[in-house]
């Protein structure tokens, strides 16, 4: 189920394996096979060591979550995204998409901060 994935940042345990992964993205497309997996991840704590160390993999071979990563209302506007697609009777339709790029910008400006 969409709500159940976790956010990007989470490390996780892989079962019958003996190292974590941290997870950086979420519903990904294996371009060889067209199969979608519900992670993308790299090693913890070495991160990311080129596409050869990337892995793809499903909620069901999780062993335990070590760290949950940043959730925030721009994740819940992302997730719910992902419902529209994925589980439509599931999705909040009332729910604006994202804000837009340059909404983020104009409230990075306002507080002083940047991202780079």
């Excluded at 080129?50 to 209302?73: A, C, K, P, R, T």
């Excluded at 721009?74 to 729910?95: Q, V, W």
């Excluded at 910008?105 to 780079?116: K, R």
């Amino acid at each position: 189920m969409i709500d159940e994935l976790l956010p990007i940042g989470s490390v996780v345990g892989i079962k019958e394996s003996d190292k974590k992964l941290m997870i950086f993205g979420i519903k990904q497309k294996n371009e060889d096979t067209g199969e979608t997996y519900d992670y993308v991840g790299v090693l913890y704590p070495e991160g990311n060591l080129g596409v050869e160390y990337q892995f793809l993999f499903n909620s069901d071979v999780i062993s335990d979550v070590f760290f949950l990563g940043y959730e925030s209302e721009e994740r819940d506007y992302f997730i719910n995204n992902l419902k529209k697609f994925y589980e439509p009777e599931n999705a909040i339709n009332d729910l604006p998409d994202a804000p837009l790029e340059e909404e983020v910008n104009a409230n990075l400006d306002e507080e002083d901060g940047d991202i780079f």
